[in-house]
């Protein structure tokens, strides 16, 4: 029975019960009223059809100047979403400032240039799993002991690659790091956020700075070669934005995508069986993760410019939505009765919008699927017997409504018994 309870749902910020807070919320309808956290009102789109359509609506903006609570200063000071919604570049441009932020960075952020990155992927890959064999052995005994995977591989990969992308020196890398794990923490304070953006800013700005008087094979040097043939189409400050924006958007979310699928394989091992068998690919088990546990759950916000329909709601015009792709992922609509089964061999006829649909399509979706095959194929033929630590109903969710994966991943990467 749909539940047509009059109070709307309370987003928790710690994310707890994902899959089945969005079962109950696709069974209310498509675009079902929420609670944000700060008591402000917003509008989640959960179905797969709804939101494919409403993620390319023409009367569907992004820019906060359509947020009416907000134009109206109804949101609280320090509200833990306002940078998100507020931060300019082109997350939050429409139309044509959008074109022309986005522009510069397709021309020059190519299948080709990723391509290339091929393998320098695969080189720090290996390295960190060299890294990862040498904490997970017990010198004395040579016993396998639990390491926890996200912390120690899933996370790193995505920061080295972007880095070693656009160009930013090695010692630099891990004050990166740790800002960009500040900025996109739930429990950093607004102020402390804001800090680590302008530290990353400086770390970014000085990059190109370093980049414009040696440039580099790096794609901030193809960034300014490509910005001085255009004439002045981006300022200094929006190429720096546009650099922070891809450490940002493709940080968190890459390593989700490899915490998930790792997590998926070791609690479907007759899913993994079937990669052994050649049955499906590492792109097939990227692609089934991205459906059935989406990296991104709620992200914030997109705004009818007008009254707008969605199912039978009426949206009102300024109110700030929610894109639900880990709803959407497994709507039962769009994949049939078996939506909530991980199946590496479903290939279904409709495309996961993991990577969201329309104008803002992700820009490092090539990247993305490059490092986490790269990433699985390395880790499942070195340790064929990897195996969750612990059952996985008692893994820490990561407490965030924004992203969708665990705290941790605990695992063994070996046997326990000692192989010696
Ligand atoms: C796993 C998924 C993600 C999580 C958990 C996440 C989380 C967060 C959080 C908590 C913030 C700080 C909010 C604030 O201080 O107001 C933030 C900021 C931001 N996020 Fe994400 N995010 C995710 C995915 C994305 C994606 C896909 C994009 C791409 C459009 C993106 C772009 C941004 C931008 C541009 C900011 C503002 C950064 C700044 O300048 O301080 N995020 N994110
Ligand atoms: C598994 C990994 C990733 C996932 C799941 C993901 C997901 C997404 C989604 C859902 C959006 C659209 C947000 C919206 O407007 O609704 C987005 C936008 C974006 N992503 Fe990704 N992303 C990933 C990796 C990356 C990487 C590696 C990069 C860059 C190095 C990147 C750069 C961007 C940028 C720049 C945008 C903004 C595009 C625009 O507003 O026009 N993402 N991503």
Redesign the pocket.
């Given at each position: 029975m749909p539940d047509r309870s009059d109070t709307p749902h309370r987003l928790d910020p710690a994310g707890s019960e994902q899959h089945a807070v969005n079962e109950r919320l696709r069974a209310q309808g498509p675009a079902v009223p929420v609670i944000l956290p700060g008591e402000v009102a917003s509008v989640a789109v959960t179905r797969y059809e709804e939101l494919k359509e409403f993620l390319a609506h023409p009367d569907v903006a992004k820019n906060a100047r359509h947020f009416t609570a907000l134009r109206e200063g109804a949101v609280p000071p320090g509200w833990?979403?306002?940078?998100?919604a507020t931060?300019e570049?082109m997350?939050t441009a429409d139309g044509d400032d959008h074109r022309r932020l986005r522009a510069l960075v397709t021309q020059v952020f190519t299948p080709r240039r990723i391509e290339g990155l091929r393998p320098r992927v695969e080189e720090l890959t290996a390295r960190l799993l060299h890294a990862l064999d040498e904490a997970a052995l017990d010198a004395e005994t040579g016993a396998s002991v639990v390491v926890d995977l996200r912390e120690h591989f899933a996370l790193p990969l995505p920061m080295a690659v972007v880095s070693e992308l656009l160009g930013v020196d090695p010692g630099m890398r891990g004050q990166l790091h740790q800002l960009s794990n500040l900025?996109?923490s739930?429990t950093t304070s607004?102020e402390r956020?804001l800090a680590a953006?302008r530290a990353m800013a400086g770390i970014l700005g000085s990059v190109v700075v370093r980049r414009r008087a040696a440039p580099g094979d790096d794609l901030t040097s193809a960034l300014l070669a490509a910005q001085a043939e255009d004439g002045d189409r981006l300022t200094d400050r929006e190429l720096v934005g546009t650099l922070?924006?891809m450490v940002?958007?493709g940080h968190?979310?890459t390593l989700?995508l490899i915490t998930n699928a790792v997590r998926a394989l070791c609690t479907h091992p007759e899913q993994l069986a079937l990669v052994r068998a050649g049955k499906a690919d590492w792109g097939d088990v990227v692609e089934e993760t991205l459906r059935y546990d989406s990296?991104?759950s709620f992200?914030p916000f997109r705004y009818p410019v007008r009254d707008l329909k969605v199912g039978d709601t009426v949206i009102p015009r300024g109110t700030p939505v929610l894109a639900s792709y880990t709803a959407a992922g497994r709507d039962e609509r769009a994949y049939g009765p078996d939506a909530s089964r991980f199946d590496v061999t479903r290939r279904p006829s409709v495309r996961h919008l993991s990577f969201g649909h329309g104008p803002h399509y992700c820009l490092g979706a090539a990247l993305a699927r490059l490092e986490a095959t790269t990433a699985l194929a390395a880790l499942f033929d070195r340790y064929p017997d990897l195996a969750l630590a612990v059952p996985d109903d008692d893994l820490p969710r990561h407490p965030?409504f924004?992203?969708n994966s665990t705290e941790t991943l605990p695992v063994r990467l070996r046997p326990e018994t000692p192989q010696r």
């Open positions: 833990p979403l306002t940078t998100f931060v570049g997350t900025i996109v739930t607004p956020a953006n922070l924006l940002i958007a968190e979310t989700n990296p991104v992200f965030s924004v992203g």
